[in-house]
Structure formats: C-alpha cells, structure tokens
C-alpha cells in the first residue's frame, strides 16, 4: 500500500516558513482540486496520478520518495 505523506508535508512546510498553511492554499499554488489533497490526505489507499505527484514535489520541493512511502502488507494495523 502507498501511504501519502501530505500532512506531514504541510507540518514541515509551516514549521519552517513560522505559518499556517491549508489545503485551499496549496490548490491555488497547485491547480490540484481540494478535493484532491483532501483524499491524498485524509483516505487510505488514495490512487494519485504521477500529475499530481508531479505537482506536490514542485509545491513542497522535495522527491517523489517525500511525498508517498510503501507501506508493508505486515505493517498495516489491522481494525
């Protein structure tokens, strides 16, 4: 499974610039859909386009490894 980093993203992003940064914000610098970022963010098993990854690492001048991660079968909690 890939697990989407956004909101860790936006944590560092805010941190080191000192303010507040929200998904609209990031739709605007983008052209992404809110909706989007909100289901990058929020929905497991979220299946983004390389378009949007593309747009992320630009956003957040990181590599594409920054901004999703495997995740292991094994290493899912299960509910």
Wanted: net charge negative.
């Amino acid at each position: 499974m890939i697990r989407f980093r956004l909101k860790e993203l936006i944590a560092d992003k805010e941190f080191k610039e000192g303010r507040r940064i929200t998904l609209a914000e990031i739709a605007l610098e983008t052209g992404l859909h809110r909706a989007t970022l909100s289901k990058l963010a929020n929905q497991k098993g979220y299946n983004a386009t390389t378009d949007v990854l593309d747009k992320l690492c630009i956003y957040f001048d990181v590599d594409v490894g920054d901004v999703a991660k495997h995740i292991s079968e094994t290493d899912i909690p299960e509910k």
